[in-house]
């Protein structure tokens, strides 16, 4: 069973950059699309990015030209760079990555979470 594992959140002014990696720990299966979501108190989780095996990337129009998302091998480590953040990016980050099932729909992997604030 393999588990992914956030870190590089934290507090950030707005204006400011973060690094966001997401590690696995044990054996990952291969899967379909790797990336990123995030939820806000009140709000329904929302897909941030993400970026196929073949490295077809795709972002929320809200971040698009400020976030980038990356892996350094097929799956992971996987990472997201975001310039220029702002109040409303606040949220929990989620690692997610996911595995395209055909007629049975597909499975999710998800990690903990790492905590992102943009104030002043």
């Known amino acids: 069973q393999a588990q992914l594992v956030e870190s590089g959140g934290g507090l950030v002014q707005p204006g400011g950059s973060l690094r966001l990696t997401c590690k696995v720990l044990g054996n990952l299966p291969y899967v379909d699309v790797m990336g ?4 806000a108190p009140g709000k329904q989780r929302e897909m ?3 970026i196929t095996i073949r490295g077809d990337t795709n972002y929320a129009e809200s971040v698009k030209d400020r976030f980038a998302i990356s892996r350094d091998g097929a799956e992971t480590p996987l990472y997201l760079q975001m310039y220029n953040l702002k109040p409303e990016d606040t949220a929990v980050y989620y690692c997610n990555a996911r595995k395209w099932l055909g007629h049975a729909g597909e499975y999710d992997f998800w990690g903990q979470g790492t905590q992102v604030t943009v104030s002043s």
């Open 36 to 39: 990123w979501y995030r939820q």
């Open 48 to 50: 941030v990015a993400t």
